[in-house]
């Protein structure tokens, strides 16, 4: 299957792909950090295994949104003065003020009366760009890899993603997490970029550049349920 990506979209769902000589169906698994990966016998076709995943999409879906990091209830939030919303870990209450962009001032968070979660959304994506790409410098040169970009955008429950021509994208989200989650989410995008799957040499390499992984990763699974994550910033 020489012809097959390392990742398989289809439709709104993406799929890590690995071959093995010794499987005789498709294995199907929903990870526990809400990925998908697929282990298929060599002689599957792309056209063959699309039809397997529409097939089981329904159940995927379940079985990711039971597995999503972000948490099953996002907290609500009212776009009202003194409302906390958090940056980096830290919480900051909102202050309504008559005009102006959304902005981080004197440990105060403004935001236009009569503004709300977009509004919000949009400054996250705005002050993550270049936090992310700074903090993201060492980790690249670590792990031996040269992304060819990244983006901040919503990801569904997803806490980042990556494409085979190397664009890291991060959950506009992770903006609410402290840095060494942070760190976590980066070192396990630019992991995929040289490993696709979650097998055991995946681990490796994100275990080489952070040790201690798995408690970064519990403590992210844990904290996901805290995080604001409006329907339309999904």
Same mark, same amino acid.
């Given at each position: 299957?020489? /012809?097959?990506p390392?990742?398989? !979209?289809?439709?709104?769902?993406?799929?890590?792909?690995?071959?093995?000589?010794?499987?005789?169906?498709? @294995?199907l698994?929903?990870e526990r950090?809400?990925?998908?990966?697929a282990?298929?016998?060599?002689?599957?076709?792309? #056209?063959?295994? #699309?039809?397997?995943?529409? *097939?089981?999409?329904?159940?995927?879906?379940?079985?990711? &949104?039971?597995?999503?990091?972000?948490?099953?209830?996002?907290?609500?939030?009212?776009?009202v003065?003194?409302?906390?919303?958090l940056?980096? %870990? $830290?919480?900051? @209450?909102?202050?309504?003020? /008559?005009? %102006?962009?959304?902005?981080?001032?004197?440990?105060?968070?403004?935001? *236009?009366?009569? %503004?709300? &979660?977009?509004?919000?959304? /949009? +400054?996250? $994506?705005?002050?993550?760009?270049?936090?992310?790409?700074?903090?993201?410098?060492?980790?690249? #040169?670590?792990?031996?890899?040269?992304?060819? %970009?990244?983006?901040? @955008?919503?990801?569904?429950?997803r806490?980042?993603?990556?494409?085979?021509?190397?664009?890291?994208?991060?959950?506009?989200?992770?903006?609410?997490?402290?840095?060494?989650?942070?760190?976590?989410?980066?070192?396990?995008?630019?992991?995929? =970029?040289?490993?696709?799957?979650?097998? &055991?040499?995946? +681990?490796?390499?994100?275990? @080489?550049?952070?040790p201690g992984?798995?408690?970064?990763?519990?403590? =992210?699974? !844990? #904290?996901?349920? /805290?995080?604001?994550?409006?329907?339309?910033g $999904?």
């Amino acid at each position: 299957m020489s /012809d097959f990506p390392g990742v398989l !979209r289809v439709g709104d769902l993406e799929v890590a792909v690995s071959v093995s000589e010794r499987r005789k169906s498709v @294995r199907l698994t929903v990870e526990r950090d809400a990925s998908i990966t697929a282990v298929v016998p060599s002689q599957v076709s792309r #056209t063959e295994l #699309t039809k397997v995943v529409e *097939a089981k999409r329904s159940w995927l879906y379940g079985k990711v &949104a039971e597995k999503r990091d972000l948490g099953e209830a996002p907290p609500d939030k009212e776009f009202v003065s003194g409302e906390g919303f958090l940056y980096l %870990g $830290r919480s900051y @209450r909102l202050r309504v003020v /008559d005009s %102006g962009d959304v902005r981080l001032i004197r440990g105060r968070l403004e935001l *236009a009366r009569g %503004g709300g &979660a977009k509004e919000l959304v /949009d +400054w996250y $994506r705005r002050v993550g760009a270049p936090w992310l790409t700074r903090r993201v410098q060492p980790w690249v #040169t670590r792990i031996g890899v040269e992304p060819s %970009g990244l983006r901040v @955008r919503p990801l569904g429950y997803r806490w980042g993603s990556c494409s085979r021509d190397g664009q890291v994208n991060i959950h506009w989200a992770t903006m609410q997490l402290p840095p060494t989650l942070i760190d976590y989410v980066l070192v396990h995008e630019l992991a995929h =970029l040289h490993r696709a799957d979650h097998g &055991a040499e995946f +681990w490796r390499i994100v275990e @080489r550049a952070l040790p201690g992984h798995e408690d970064y990763r519990e403590r =992210l699974r !844990r #904290t996901g349920h /805290d995080l604001w994550l409006p329907e339309e910033g $999904r």
